[in-house]
């Protein structure tokens, strides 16, 4: 037999908070990116990443706030959590992969 899961509606006061949080989430996400790169690229100091990992914390908290109105499920909640986690270890990765090609390669 197959199990149905249902899930609650979403409430109509709902839908502003949803799309104002996950607004928030591409806003935060782009100003933790673009932080993360100005400072990597030397246009801010080393002292503005903090700012930088706050916006990802942001991000995270946004990303909560939604779910939770939204009422999503249990492995859409993981598969937030890895996104997240993937979304903060990706510029490392990048500007890790960069600086190894450039010390392979310098002239």
């Known amino acids: 037999m197959i199990e149905t899961v249902i899930r609650p509606e979403i409430a109509l006061n709902d839908f502003l908070p949803i799309f104002v949080s996950s607004a928030f989430v591409l806003i935060f996400g782009a100003f933790y990116v673009g932080i993360y790169t100005a400072v990597k690229v030397e246009i801010l100091k080393k002292w503005t990443m903090p700012f930088a990992y706050l916006f990802w914390g942001l991000t995270c908290y946004m990303l909560y706030i ?42």
């Open 66 to 107: 939604m779910g939770s109105l939204m009422h999503v499920g249990e492995f859409t909640a993981k598969a937030l959590v890895v996104a997240m986690i993937g979304y903060l270890m990706l510029p490392h990765a990048v500007y890790y992969m960069q600086h190894r090609v450039h010390e392979e390669n310098e002239h």
